[in-house]
């Protein structure tokens, strides 16, 4: 029996990537608090995506629920997503021709089999060098996405380079979903 997903996200780049995979997946967003007092990238991924994926399991407690959440990391400092068109160049002038890491978590919860797990990858790139009129086209362009870029539009020419997992810089780990879909098909064969 193939077990069906609910993304707790309003993402339309990891909804592009689930269906590439060929999962299916009911779409909910989760509109979690997104606050944390947590300071390694790492950690923050990771309790935010499972509390993305909390909020909507506790709805739908009979169904496995994945939470994502993404955030790029430079120098020490952690660029989530731009408040406005100033704080979007500073993020983008800060990056501009210099590598950062960027952390994707994952979570999964299936209340009613008591699963709760969270991981996370992390994958590097690095921006191309771009004037300060590109910069500021670039700024109003992705105010919703980590780091004020989206390396996923093939017009989006910021991110020169990358090492790692491309799917993890777009914010949703394919290869720690399909594992939570090989745990969630063996839960239901158990039960």
Same mark, same amino acid.
Request: with cysteine; hydrophobic share 40%; proline share 3%.
């Given at each position: =029996?193939? +077990?069906?997903?609910?993304?707790?996200?309003?993402? $339309?780049?990891?909804?592009?990537?689930?269906?590439?995979?060929?999962?299916?997946?009911?779409?909910?967003?989760?509109?979690?608090?997104?606050?944390?007092?947590?300071?390694?990238?790492?950690?923050?991924? %990771?309790?935010?995506?499972?509390?993305?994926?909390?909020?909507?399991?506790?709805?739908?407690?009979? =169904?496995?629920?994945?939470?994502?959440? +993404?955030?790029?990391?430079?120098?020490?400092?952690?660029?989530?997503?731009?408040?406005?068109?100033?704080?979007?160049?500073? =993020?983008? %002038?800060?990056?501009?021709?210099?590598?950062? +890491?960027?952390?994707?978590?994952?979570?999964?919860?299936?209340? !009613?089999?008591?699963?709760?797990?969270?991981?996370? !990858? =992390?994958?590097?790139?690095?921006?191309?060098?771009?004037?300060?009129?590109?910069?500021?086209?670039?700024?109003?362009?992705?105010?919703?996405?980590?780091?004020?870029?989206?390396?996923?539009?093939?017009?989006?020419?910021?991110? $020169?380079?990358?090492?790692?997992?491309?799917?993890?810089?777009?914010?949703?780990?394919?290869?720690?979903?399909? %594992?939570?879909?090989?745990?969630? $098909?063996?839960?239901?064969? $158990?039960?």
């Amino acid at each position: =029996m193939k +077990t069906q997903l609910i993304l707790a996200s309003k993402s $339309e780049r990891r909804v592009k990537l689930l269906k590439r995979a060929g999962i299916k997946f009911r779409q909910i967003s989760s509109n979690a608090n997104e606050e944390t007092r947590l300071k390694r990238p790492s950690a923050i991924v %990771k309790e935010l995506s499972l509390r993305k994926a909390l909020a909507v399991a506790k709805k739908y407690p009979n =169904m496995p629920v994945i939470g994502a959440d +993404t955030l790029v990391f430079r120098k020490g400092k952690i660029l989530g997503k731009p408040k406005n068109i100033k704080e979007a160049v500073s =993020m983008l %002038k800060f990056q501009n021709g210099n590598w950062q +890491t960027v952390y994707s978590g994952t979570a999964l919860v299936w209340i !009613d089999k008591n699963i709760y797990l969270k991981n996370y !990858d =992390m994958s590097k790139c690095k921006a191309r060098k771009l004037n300060p009129a590109e910069l500021r086209y670039f700024a109003s362009k992705h105010m919703d996405k980590a780091g004020g870029y989206a390396i996923q539009d093939t017009d989006d020419v910021f991110i $020169e380079k990358i090492k790692g997992r491309f799917d993890t810089i777009v914010g949703l780990p394919v290869n720690l979903i399909k %594992k939570y879909l090989r745990l969630c $098909e063996k839960a239901q064969r $158990e039960y």
